[in-house]
């Protein structure tokens, strides 16, 4: 009698991929000061969020999306002795950390609101800029992206 013939062997487990994210910023500009007031300018008032920066983030998979980020502003140098009189001054500020939920293949819109101490610094005459990570998470793994804004301006 012939043996029975052999199963065959097990198919390899292929792990799925990692998702992949992609951030940018929709402007480098800030809203300082509410709408002008009914009569006093001819112009549409600007619109969008007081303080907040909108960024856009795109997966290609559904994912869980955790948005953090800091602010540096260099301050106007001080007066003082020589020795302090041409140095910068740096404060670096920490953004609320910001959670949503993503769907694969279309577009996030992500608000961060800034610190009120970053806002106040933006305008009092520093130069500020932003460096901002997602960190996206699903059964799959863990990723991250990030984007800079090299000088973040202010919208009146």
Same mark, same amino acid.
């Given at each position: 009698?012939?043996?029975?013939?052999?199963?065959?062997?097990?198919?390899?487990?292929?792990?799925?991929?990692?998702?992949?994210?992609?951030?940018?910023?929709?402007?480098?500009?800030?809203?300082?000061?509410?709408?002008?007031?009914?009569?006093?300018?001819?112009?549409?008032?600007?619109?969008?969020?007081?303080?907040?920066?909108?960024?856009?983030?795109?997966?290609?998979?559904?994912?869980?999306?955790?948005?953090?980020?800091?602010?540096?502003?260099?301050?106007?140098?001080?007066?003082?002795?020589?020795?302090?009189?041409?140095?910068?001054?740096?404060?670096?500020?920490?953004?609320? /950390?910001?959670?949503?939920?993503?769907?694969?293949?279309?577009?996030?819109?992500?608000?961060?609101?800034?610190?009120?101490?970053?806002? /106040?610094?933006?305008?009092?005459?520093?130069?500020?800029?932003?460096?901002?990570?997602?960190?996206?998470?699903?059964?799959?793994?863990?990723?991250?992206?990030?984007?800079?804004?090299?000088?973040?301006?202010?919208?009146?």
């Amino acid at each position: 009698a012939a043996p029975p013939p052999a199963a065959p062997p097990p198919a390899p487990v292929v792990a799925a991929p990692k998702p992949q994210c992609t951030i940018v910023t929709t402007g480098t500009k800030v809203l300082l000061s509410p709408a002008p007031k009914k009569g006093s300018h001819k112009r549409r008032p600007p619109t969008g969020k007081p303080g907040a920066l909108q960024f856009a983030e795109r997966c290609n998979q559904q994912t869980s999306t955790t948005l953090t980020g800091k602010v540096v502003a260099t301050l106007p140098a001080t007066r003082g002795s020589r020795r302090t009189a041409h140095k910068k001054r740096t404060r670096t500020f920490t953004i609320a /950390a910001v959670q949503t939920e993503a769907s694969a293949g279309t577009t996030t819109m992500l608000t961060v609101a800034l610190p009120k101490a970053a806002l /106040a610094a933006l305008r009092a005459g520093a130069r500020e800029s932003a460096a901002v990570t997602i960190t996206v998470t699903n059964a799959n793994g863990t990723s991250t992206a990030t984007t800079t804004i090299a000088r973040i301006g202010i919208r009146v």
